[in-house]
């Protein structure tokens, strides 16, 4: 069996690598890992979402 | 991944005291057997109150939680009852306890009002708080997909709804089994970066307004996005409005569409009645026509007599007319006669009559004259002619024949209003208990609710259009930022940058996933079927965009109407397909679920429920599953056997399984 978890990051990648190579494949990553332990938790979701993309814009303004 | 280790139960339902099942941790399939109404739905309601703190009946209705307790214990003064799970998550191990107990102070509840309810949710040695035992337990076993882990026979029935379009209960096992298959992840990204997006959009309006040189673009921007969310908030209230009306009306159509018949019917019996009321008037308008020549109808009985009459009177006018002409012959000949006499010579050849002669023309003279002393009855001439014409008068034109027509016809509209009356009481018999004006209270109100949402549309769409052009409006002032702007701008522009991107970025992932999705749920659907049906003509299966599956005919043909047989075994293949597809994963637990198929199928179904799952526990009755059966199919898949043994009525034991 296919891990479905590595399915669903997959397809997410291929996009990314093929329409959006400036995102960094661990900022999508680490939003979908938010969005998968808070589906029930909307709110939740959206702050941790929220905080990995300022974690991103501040890495690249130092 | 979820895996179950044991389950205890302590006075739930049948089960008396403290009962436990050990599940083997190797991967494979638990059985328990148990007759009707030993507490197989029970087991598997143990585990469904003990991840979600409810009971459903068969029905699908809540249970009271007053009434799941053991009754024997309750009767020994014993109140309350208990769930214990123990299972690893993501290799975790976790005790969950759920149980129900009388509040303080209640010695004998009799509702759930007098129950209170406590949940523990233990992992290792430590307890976890609250707010952490409910994150965790929602992400264990999600209520919402619990229909593919927890199921009977009648739930893979419903699995049918997913072919309809637009029924209300397959749109939501749509929505169950994108959630089962990790589409909410996607959706719900999406969702925020939209949401994170239009906060950036809004910082960076407000860093443009923070520096001179860009403030009057600042503000422009600012006024544009703060008007985009008064149409986005109306537009927003627009479609829960629309959403709301259109659920109503969905089911509002789902209850007509099962009243059809009925409807029907109740459509056959107005046609009717109207029938009726044609008919009705047809026979009045014919009565009044037969009344009319009724009123002339006496005359038509003097007929014959009448004209026996006219004929007699015809007869004497004959007579008069031809005496009258005799008169009037014998007249000219007089004359003729009296002067020959007067002359003595022959009027015609001017000769002199001889005496002979003469007296002969006297004779003559004297009958004729004799003759015309009998007068013509002028009077009785005219008087007849009078009444002739009277009696012709008399005379109607004879109707017989029409109310004869008349009389047949309504014979007809006798009989044909007797059967339309008939099938109407027999439309009533069949109509009898069902509230008529309900009926007709739903198709106005459907049919109402249709207008309203096709209003709500045309607003939608204007909101839409109105968005759009904003948010174009939008953009081009940004790119008029882009050029200008200072380093707080640039921050901010990066930010919305990088969620538009994001965003961009998942909206395409959902098409692709889910297009992704629906083929390997297809393909392995397919591939489980193939091994679970018997019949070798069926090619494949086929699916469309909710998930719903046909099965396609080595003619390539789809099966239009299947079997509940067949639609156990389609349901099954669709559950094998979900798990192997879907992120979250745990053990399926069945009750019952070999009651519509034959042998030939049960026996494939159980060789292949080791490929449905990783752990499978089944609740069968011996006639369902024979152990023999199940054992030569298993083998070594067979993890456990159980049996749940009767005590009493009210109390089942759960033992090991031995012949």
Not at chain 2, 295 to 309: G, K
Request: hydrophobic share 35%; aromatic share 6%; glycine share 6%.
């Amino acid at each position: 069996m296919t891990n479905p978890m590595t399915e669903l990051e997959g397809t997410v990648e291929r996009v990314r690598s093929k329409l959006f190579p400036e995102l960094p494949s661990d900022l999508v990553r680490s939003i979908l890992q938010s969005e998968s332990e808070c589906v029930e938790s909307r709110t939740e979701a959206m702050r941790l979402v929220g905080a990995a993309i300022q974690a991103f814009l501040d890495s690249q303004e130092t | 991944m979820l895996f179950l280790h044991r389950i205890t139960v302590e006075n739930f339902g049948p089960f008396k005291g403290i009962q436990t099942i050990d599940f083997p941790p190797e991967p494979g399939v638990v059985l328990i057997y148990g007759e009707n109404m030993r507490g197989k739905t029970t087991l598997l309601n143990a585990i469904r109150y003990a991840f979600y703190g409810y009971v459903r009946s068969r029905g699908d209705h809540e249970i009271d939680l007053a009434k799941i307790g053991n009754w024997e214990a309750a009767a020994e003064g014993v109140y309350g009852f208990r769930v214990v799970l123990e299972f690893d998550y993501k290799g975790t191990p976790y005790e969950l306890t759920r149980q129900c107990r009388p509040r303080p102070g209640i010695t004998t509840p009799v509702s759930s009002l007098e129950y209170a309810q406590d949940t523990l949710l233990r992992c290792g040695a430590d307890v976890l708080g609250p707010e952490q035992r409910d994150r965790i337990l929602a992400q264990v076993l999600p209520e919402k997909i619990s229909r593919f882990f927890l199921f009977d026979g009648e739930l893979l029935q419903q699995y049918e709804e997913l072919l309809r379009e637009e029924s209300n209960m397959g749109r939501q096992i749509k929505e169950s089994i994108e959630r089962i298959l990790g589409v909410p992840v996607l959706t719900n990204a999406r969702a925020d970066m939209r949401e994170l997006y239009r906060d950036a959009q809004g910082q960076e309006g407000k860093a443009a307004q923070r520096d001179q040189r860009t403030r009057e673009f600042g503000n422009h921007h600012q006024a544009l996005i703060d008007e985009r969310t008064c149409h986005e908030s109306e537009l927003l209230r627009l479609a829960g409005e629309r959403e709301a009306l259109y659920s109503r009306w969905k089911a509002i159509e789902d209850a007509l569409k099962k009243s059809e018949r009925l409807k029907a019917l109740l459509s056959e019996r107005d046609a009717l009645q109207n029938d009726i009321i044609v008919i009705d008037q047809k026979v009045t308008e014919k009565r009044a026509r037969i009344r009319d020549l009724m009123v002339e109808a006496w005359r038509w009985l003097l007929h014959p007599q009448v004209h026996d009459l006219i004929r007699a009177m015809e007869v004497r006018i004959e007579v008069l007319r031809a005496k009258e002409t005799e008169f009037a012959v014998a007249s000219e000949k007089l004359k003729a006669t009296d002067a020959a006499i007067d002359s003595g010579s022959c009027d015609s050849c001017k000769r002199p009559l001889d005496p002979e002669t003469l007296i002969t023309f006297r004779t003559r003279a004297d009958s004729l004259r004799a003759l015309l002393k009998e007068k013509v009855p002028a009077e009785e001439f005219t008087a007849l002619l009078h009444r002739l014409a009277t009696l012709k008068e008399f005379l109607a034109p004879d109707h017989t024949a029409v109310l004869k027509e008349l009389n047949l016809s309504l014979d007809d509209l006798r009989v044909e209003r007797a059967t339309k009356l008939d099938r109407i009481e027999e439309i009533q018999e069949q109509t009898r208990n069902i509230d008529e004006s309900e009926i007709r209270k739903l198709s106005s109100d459907h049919e109402r609710i249709g207008q309203e949402i096709a209003i709500l549309d045309q607003g939608i769409q204007g909101e839409t259009r109105i968005i759009q052009e904003l948010t174009d409006s939008i953009r081009r002032v940004q790119n008029q930022l882009d050029r200008l702007g200072g380093a707080d701008l640039a921050k901010e522009r990066r930010r919305r940058e990088t969620c538009e991107h994001l965003l961009n970025l998942f909206d395409q992932a959902v098409g692709e996933y889910r297009d992704r999705l629906r083929s390997k749920v297809e393909e392995d659907a397919t591939s489980l079927f193939l091994r679970l049906t018997t019949e070798s003509d069926y090619l494949k299966l086929k699916i469309n965009e909710n998930y719903g599956l046909t099965i396609i005919h080595k003619d390539g043909v789809a099966i239009p109407v299947r079997s509940a047989g067949a639609e156990h075994i389609v349901a099954l293949s669709l559950m094998g397909a979900l798990q192997r597809n879907a992120p979250l994963r745990g053990p399926i637990i069945m009750d019952s679920p070999f009651g519509r198929l034959d042998q030939g199928h049960t026996t494939r179904v159980v060789r292949s429920l080791p490929c449905m799952a990783d752990q499978v526990l089944l609740l069968v009755y011996e006639a369902e599953l024979e152990p023999r059966l199940a054992r030569n199919e298993l083998m070594a898949q067979l993890k456990g056997e159980y049996k749940l043994v009767r005590k009493s009525a009210r109390h089942s034991v759960i033992q090991p399984y031995t012949e």
